[in-house]
């Protein structure tokens, strides 16, 4: 589904975050990219998603060359980004709104999209009530919740059907309980949809629910993949399993270790 | 003002006005200050002949005025708000042009313009200008690029973005903007009134009232300018609540 061949990208300043990078996510899995703040896991996304262009090598989704935004590619960030004077049932909408106003331009919109009002309305509902949040799709954003807020957001990507479905950081603002709670939902609709995701999270927990692969990336320059199998996937009910405490461990491991390498070759005068 | 006016205020509002003025009028007891009891019926009648002519020239001139700055404030406004770099260039220029006061340009108009409708309307198309120009950059520089970000991973391109993003983001932001200046509007446009020209409530009140010693009829002129100010503002106030609902949510 994603390859990334060679992939190189730097910061203005100059430091590589990325140098020949490779990678390969296969369709109908669920992957979490964790790192420590800075590591790239962001840029990655926005590369795969089409809003950062990399220095060198190619990014392939679903087999074409990524140049910009791709149609079929859903994505949530951080911020919710509702439009704040528009209701959450418009807001929901949006894409749609967006999808006619090009027409099926295969730039805009997916070539093969078809326009039938009535299944738009069908999945608009769906959506809202699948994510509990259909009793509030006549008030705006600022009258909801965090927690509300990032569903209607998530509704709004879901109402597109894409084959691929991108999220930075999805529920780091949120409340404990209600984050868990949104990642409950997002592992029981990948087991119904088998729908590809790349989630970027800071948190080790997250990262071990969300992704049946973990990609962990380092502070330094990534030219290596590191990739952990991780069977605990989607293992909400046993987050207190000595099981799952020792994946968060091994993890914790890995990325603390990281630092110190990096911090070494800091003191050494090598590459940051 | 974001809390609802109703009917019932409204009038209550007016009718303790008139209720002061009549008190005010009975207190001083001078020709300057007549009774409202007066006023009303003087203005009533003079709106449907004289008096109207000269309400319906101002109306029009501040109309017009509202219209021209809008054009030009309003892209400009959205392009700088979206444009970091260029606002950093020109941003300080407008922070200085922005407080003065642009009645004070209205001889070098006149002179550039000659003394003619236009030139009136330019002037107060400039103080309007500053206000939009100011709050809709604000505003579009308020977009989060987070929200530019996922609104385009939607698929917008840049029309989509105009279309579903700037547009109904500046739109409130116009308004707002008006609302505010409508008042400055009608207040130099009694200055730019009192020469040369023969319709329009300034001159009516200054001119053909003042000068003369009518002053019940003055009174009408005032109030009729009145009327124009609080016309305009409520006008805007309901577009206002019916564009921008989010912005009134009880």
New interface residues.
């Given amino acids: 589904m994603i390859s990334l061949e060679d992939l190189s990208f730097s910061h203005g300043d100059g430091g590589d975050i990325f140098k020949n990078f490779n990678l390969t996510i296969e369709p109908g899995e669920s992957w979490t990219v964790i790192g420590p703040s800075g590591c790239g896991k962001t840029t990655l996304l926005f590369l795969v998603?089409g809003?950062k262009k990399p220095l060198g090598g190619i990014v392939r989704v679903g087999g074409e060359k990524i140049q910009r935004?791709r149609?079929s590619?859903?994505?949530?960030?951080?911020?919710?980004?509702?439009?704040?004077?528009?209701t959450i049932y418009e807001n929901t909408r949006?894409?749609l709104?967006?999808?006619h106003?090009?027409g099926a331009d295969g730039?805009?919109?997916p070539v093969d999209v078809e326009f039938d009002r009535e299944k738009e309305e069908d999945r608009v509902h769906h959506w809202l009530s699948w994510l509990g949040i259909d009793h509030l799709k006549d008030m705006?954003p600022?009258?909801l919740s965090r927690g509300q807020r990032q569903r209607a957001?998530i509704a709004?990507?879901l109402v597109?059907e894409p084959d691929l479905l991108l999220m930075d950081e999805p529920f780091s603002a949120l409340d404990a309980p209600i984050r868990e709670e949104l990642q409950k939902v997002m592992n029981s609709f990948h087991k119904q949809s088998r729908l590809t995701s790349l989630t970027v999270t800071h948190d080790i927990e997250e990262a071990v629910v969300l992704g049946e692969k973990i990609l962990v990336l380092s502070e330094s320059c990534n030219s290596q993949a590191q990739v952990i199998d991780n069977h605990l996937f989607a293992a909400m009910d046993e987050r207190n399993s000595p099981e799952f405490r020792k994946k968060c461990a091994q993890l914790h491991e890995i990325l603390s270790g990281q630092r110190q390498i990096s911090r070494g070759a800091l003191q050494k005068g090598g590459r940051g | 003002m974001k809390n609802k006016a109703t009917f019932l205020s409204t009038l209550t509002g007016v009718l303790m006005l008139f209720a002061i003025w009549e008190i005010l009028s009975l207190i001083v007891d001078r020709p300057i200050l007549p009774s409202p009891v007066a006023v009303v019926p003087l203005f009533l009648h003079g709106m449907w002949g004289e008096l109207g002519l000269h309400f319906l020239a101002s109306s029009a001139r501040v109309l017009a005025a509202v219209i021209l700055a809008t054009i030009f404030a309003a892209p400009l406004g959205l392009l700088l708000g979206q444009m970091p770099k260029i606002d950093r260039v020109v941003g300080p220029l407008i922070a200085i042009i922005y407080p003065i006061p642009k009645i004070i340009f209205l001889p070098v108009i006149y002179v550039l313009m000659g003394i003619s409708d236009f030139s009136k309307i330019t002037l107060i198309a400039i103080i309007i200008f500053f206000q939009i120009l100011v709050v809709v950059r604000d505003e579009a520089s308020g977009l989060r690029k987070e929200l530019i970000q996922s609104v385009k991973s939607l698929g917008a391109g840049r029309r989509a973005l105009f279309r579903y993003v700037y547009l109904p983001a500046s739109l409130p932001a116009v308004l707002t903007a008006l609302r505010i200046s409508v008042g400055t509007a009608v207040a130099v446009l009694f200055i730019a009134e009192q020469s040369l020209t023969s319709y329009g409530l300034g001159y009516y009140i200054v001119i053909e009232t003042y000068q003369v010693l009518l002053y019940e009829e003055m009174y009408a002129g005032i109030m009729g300018m009145g009327l124009l100010g609080v016309l305009l503002y409520f006008g805007i106030y309901s577009i206002e609540r019916k564009v921008s609902k989010h912005l009134f949510i009880q």
């Fill in positions: 998603a809003l935004p149609p590619t859903g994505l949530v960030l951080q911020d919710h980004g509702l439009l704040p004077w528009a949006l894409g709104k967006i999808r106003y090009y730039k805009h919109s705006y600022s009258q957001a709004r990507t597109l």
